[in-house]
């Protein structure tokens, strides 16, 4: 998936590559910090920077501009309704005791492990799905982001073997 993005991205500054590849779902900061350090030999902080500056930008987008697009298309599209109405359900059903429980660290802890379907657009949606107030949200997924990118850097450079 990687190669088949950079091959889209060529031509572009290396600092939009890796700003653009941990924006992208499933890669994020997994996929732009070892980029950025193993492809374009950036300087450690520069890499860190980048990729959590691109990390940042979905989650603004979504719980910015989400209920828009979402409305948006169920009047489009009538059968995205049902659509988005299961998966809401289904993220509620998930997440109702975690987010009671824990309130904005379980969106951090959920953000920070840097597993597959886990990450910021997750994240967001989680966010927006319990409505939680966008500051606070936004937040969270900030300190969750720093932490990925702290265990990401670690492991990428072999500081942190698991």
Do not use: C
């Amino acid at each position: 998936m990687l190669d088949l993005l950079l091959s889209f991205l060529q031509g572009l500054p290396s600092w939009l590559v890796v700003a653009i590849v941990a924006m992208t779902p499933v890669l994020e900061l997994r996929g732009a910090i070892p980029l950025a350090l193993g492809v374009y030999h950036y300087p450690l902080w520069l890499a860190f920077v980048l990729s959590v500056f691109g990390n940042m930008v979905p989650p603004l987008l979504i719980l910015l501009g989400w209920y828009s697009v979402i409305s948006l298309m169920e009047k489009r599209f009538p059968a995205f309704h049902g659509f988005m109405s299961r998966y809401h359900d289904r993220l509620h059903t998930k997440w109702q005791d975690k987010i009671d429980r824990y309130g904005p660290w379980a969106l951090a802890l959920f953000v920070a492990v840097p597993l597959p379907l886990s990450g910021v657009w997750s994240g967001a949606l989680i966010a927006w799905v319990f409505g939680l107030h966008r500051r606070p949200a936004l937040l969270s997924i900030f300190v969750g982001v720093l932490a990925a990118a702290v265990i990401v850097t670690a492991v990428t450079t072999g500081t942190l073997r698991l």
